[in-house]
């Protein structure tokens, strides 16, 4: 049974639709009702993404926020008590982090599928979705697991999408200090 567990876990960690499908919903929710939202850097949607994949990471970090206690307690009402309270999602943090290899990789295939629109600018990724992928993430909000998604990335824009990437990454490790130990690289620019 152990074994089996441990290769569930290791198969869906590297299945890439769990992914895709995450990110295409975040740039969904921030494309806003005119369709032009972007998010700006690889590094920021891997931040988002790390925080909707590990809901103990994301009601961490919407804890150690200057927001009011009542918006906290909404904020993570919606956490199911196993998403916190299990040993496995309180020690996620000490064998993930938001610097993720893949992000690149998925970046790529969603682009290839011309889901997404990437441009290169200057300093950074841009990334915003298409109207096929508008039309994808339409169809993936039919599923439950995929509205309580949305949900999550309506709480990221709402609170965080005006932060800088500098401000996202220095609060990742205040909240998350360990990840510095599994950091091998990190060029933050403005």
């Known amino acids: 049974m152990r074994n089996n567990l441990v290769k569930f876990v290791m198969d869906t960690d590297s299945d890439d639709s769990i992914q895709m499908s995450r990110m295409l919903i975040l740039l969904d ?14 590094n920021r949607i891997a931040i ?9 990471a994301f009601s961490n ?4 926020q200057e927001l009011s206690i009542t918006i906290q307690n909404h904020l993570t009402d919606s ?3 196993y998403e916190t309270d299990s040993i496995e999602s309180k020690t996620m943090k000490y064998n993930f982090a938001p610097w993720d290899y893949k992000y690149r990789r998925v970046i790529s295939i969603l682009e290839s599928k011309r889901l997404v629109d990437l441009q290169i600018g200057s300093k950074k990724a841009i990334l915003q979705i298409t109207e096929l992928g508008t039309e994808l993430a339409g169809k993936l909000y039919a599923q439950e697991q995929h509205q309580i998604i949305k949900e999550k990335c309506k709480i990221l824009k709402r609170h965080f999408s005006t932060w800088s990437q500098k401000r996202m990454v ?3 490790y205040e909240v998350f200090p360990e990840i510095l130990q599994l950091k091998t690289e990190l060029d933050v620019t403005e």
């Open 170 to 172: 220095e609060k990742i």
């Open 29 to 42: 929710v921030f494309a806003t009702r005119n369709r032009n939202g972007v998010i700006e850097g690889i």
């Open 48 to 56: 988002y993404d790390f925080l909707l994949k590990y809901p103990y």
């Open 79 to 81: 956490l199911h008590s």
């Open 61 to 64: 970090f919407i804890r150690r």
